[in-house]
């Protein structure tokens, strides 16, 4: 089998492997439709674990998230890699060397990552709801009425993850991974944090799988922020919120705390959606974002919990959306919602870009599940 990986690719009509529906809907890598994903999975998800086979082995990861009866428990994720000896883990961040659990990287003292400084206002998936880019918050988390211009957010980006999405903007990461390089500790990340640096946000790759990192980060310049220069340090984490339950909790907590939030990307509503395209389960994700839910609460302004979906043409349309909206809305209708458009990348580079027509009918239709605050992200992608 061959396999197109670039940036990006012409659109073309391919063949689903199962119904045998041809559409330029279906990816080529992937093999099988949608419809078929999540109606007979039991038939179509062997076809795509062929594109996640390419995916892993081209950077030196495990094809699937290891389960040797004789293996060491990580736990740190939903993967729950129990990992042979000399092997490991899914994210390739954790070994079994001679018996004993091995962290590359995750740990307070070595992240795998690398950072840069993000003048505010910035792009970010929460900007019309967070302190740095309006008046959320004010004056307590931000001293800015309205954006805070002048000031910067300090960007983490995490080098590996929980999931292995066909579709990652970002897949660039994964050669770090194999590379296990930069590193730098929390410690030595904190100190990036001076007068000027209002907010830290993690993402990548994924924090999930380097939560003692972030957390021992933002504790660390919280600190310094009270200390050196008593100005607001608001800590994000964005995340597809697939780590451990008590790791979440403690950035949670830091997040309330700091005037932060904590984005959720939910990928997908279907289970076997999420296998196809992400490499694994999404049921950490839904049960984590709910136990979430009581921080919402504890704090309308700014919002300390936020959802968004990438609206992927054929696999994540409406159907998904409505799902996803109706869960939400079912925890609290006041979480904000960002729908966000895809762009051809990776092993779905061959896909359209989101059409107009379909953001539209997805916002609509989150609306009417009971969202009161949702937005189209990414607007300049959308396709007529």
Not at 7 to 16: I, V
Not at 72 to 85: D, E, Q, S
Not at 109 to 138: I, M
Request: hydrophobic fraction near 35%; charged fraction near 20%.
């Amino acid at each position: 089998m061959s396999y197109r990986v670039f940036e990006n690719s012409k659109t073309s009509l391919s063949r689903c492997k199962v119904c045998g529906k041809q559409s330029p809907l279906i990816s080529e890598n992937l093999g099988v439709c949608g419809k078929c994903i999540t109606d007979t999975p039991e038939e179509a998800l062997p076809h795509t674990f062929n594109a996640h086979r390419l995916s892993r082995l081209k950077f030196n990861l495990p094809e699937t998230p290891p389960n040797d009866k004789n293996g060491i428990l990580c736990g740190m994720c939903v993967n729950n890699c129990k990992i042979p000896p000399e092997e490991k883990g899914y994210c390739g961040l954790v070994a079994n060397k001679e018996g004993k659990l091995v962290r590359y990287a995750g740990t307070p003292n070595k992240g795998l990552l690398e950072w840069y400084y993000d003048p505010l206002p910035t792009n970010c998936v929460a900007a019309w709801v967070c302190p740095g880019c309006t008046s959320a918050g004010f004056p307590k988390y931000t001293n800015a009425r309205g954006p805070e211009y002048g000031s910067v957010n300090l960007a983490v980006f995490y080098g590996a993850c929980s999931f292995d999405c066909l579709f990652c903007q970002n897949w660039h990461y994964r050669e770090n991974t194999n590379k296990l390089e930069p590193i730098l500790s929390s410690k030595k990340l904190a100190e990036k944090c001076a007068k000027g640096v209002s907010c830290i946000c993690y993402f990548g790759g994924d924090p999930a799988v380097q939560m003692p990192h972030s957390i021992k980060t933002a504790e660390l310049a919280i600190e310094k922020a009270k200390k050196e220069w008593k100005g607001p340090m608001r800590i994000c984490w964005e995340t597809n919120g697939s780590m451990n339950w008590p790791l979440l909790e403690k950035a949670a907590q830091l997040a309330l705390e700091s005037g932060g939030n904590i984005k959720f990307d939910i990928k997908t509503w279907s289970e076997p959606l999420n296998i196809a395209l992400c490499g694994a389960s999404n049921q950490r994700t839904l049960e984590n974002f709910k136990k979430l839910g009581k921080i919402f609460e504890e704090r309308l302004n700014p919002p300390p919990l936020i959802a968004s979906t990438l609206l992927i043409p054929g696999y994540v349309e409406v159907e998904e959306v409505e799902k996803i909206a109706n869960f939400i809305a079912s925890i609290n209708p006041e979480i904000p919602y960002s729908l966000l458009a895809f762009y051809p990348r990776y092993l779905m580079n061959d896909l359209p870009t989101t059409s107009k027509k379909l953001a539209l009918e997805s916002t609509e239709t989150a609306k009417k599940a009971g969202l009161k605050n949702v937005k189209i992200g990414n607007i300049h992608l959308l396709a007529d």
